[in-house]
């Protein structure tokens, strides 16, 4: 179900447990800023999902209230997963959804890699 990005930081939501460790995660890579794990749900041959280790609701959030370390550090961390997972040649595809018409369903802000197959263009209506 799609959630209000603008509503306050749920620390019950699923990211959060995963986060505290109350929630199992197949890691992939973990420092300081970020965590990424295997999504449960693929929607790609390769899915990983990035997430910050602050409680930020929402790309708006994160960019508005993070600390200069932090946005950099998270960045640094996506752009890391991808190099470590081999995904430079071949390509991947980044997406941060936010908000109800995105069809948000987190309200803690993740990157999703896709990758592992053609993705084929964005399609604009």
Known sequence: MPIDATQP????????RILRGELPSKTVY??????????????????????????YVSW???????????????????????RDAGLVAPGYRLLANTGLDSHQEVPHLHVHIFAGQKLGPMLAR
Do not use: C, T
């Open 9 to 16: 930081y749920d620390d019950n939501n699923i990211f959060a």
């Open 30 to 55: 973990e420092d300081d800023y970020a965590l990424a794990f295997h999504d449960i749900n693929p929607q790609a041959p390769l899915h990983i999902l990035v997430i910050p280790k602050g409680a």
């Open 60 to 82: 708006d959030d994160f960019s508005a209230r993070a600390s200069d370390a932090e946005i950099a550090g998270f960045v640094r961390a996506v752009g890391q997963v991808a």
